[in-house]
């Protein structure tokens, strides 16, 4: 019984590292001051570091690309890599989107609450939705 232990318990540790290896930390940077309404979501070169947010109407919301290498990223309110009309939309989310390069940040401010897809058309598993209050 102990040999088993022995056995299980490295395992079991080393699982443990595994599974908080992959995936993404929720919140991580993107998080308002003081636990406040979240203020801005970051992107890598491919993706954004959160699936989702919840931010407040009227507050400006940031887009960033904090890094200086990778691609482009062309942002529009939309889902899996395609623009999709949406009338609630800030006009800057309207097809075909707006550009981030690598080192941009990109200001769009929510006026209406409700729920936002928001798409990357040069990254189709790029999605992200933002849930204002
Ligand atoms: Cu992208």
Not at 8 to 23: H, I, K, T
Not at 101 to 122: H, L, M, S
């Amino acid at each position: 019984m102990k040999k088993l232990a022995l056995l299980v318990l490295p395992l079991l540790l080393l699982g443990a590292v595994a599974a908080s290896g992959c995936g993404k930390t929720p919140g991580g940077t993107n998080t308002g001051p003081s636990g406040g309404p979240v203020t801005q979501v970051e992107m890598d070169a491919t993706n954004f570091a959160v699936s989702s947010v919840t931010v407040k109407s009227g507050v400006p919301f940031k887009f960033v690309d904090p890094t200086d290498t990778g691609g482009l990223h062309i942002i529009c309110a939309g889902h899996n890599g395609k623009c999709i009309a949406n009338a609630d939309a800030p006009s800057e989310l309207a097809d075909p989107g707006f550009t981030i390069n690598p080192g941009d940040t990109k200001t769009v401010t929510f006026d209406k609450p409700g729920t936002y897809q928001v798409a990357c058309t040069v990254h189709p598993d790029m999605n992200l939705t933002i849930t204002v209050q």
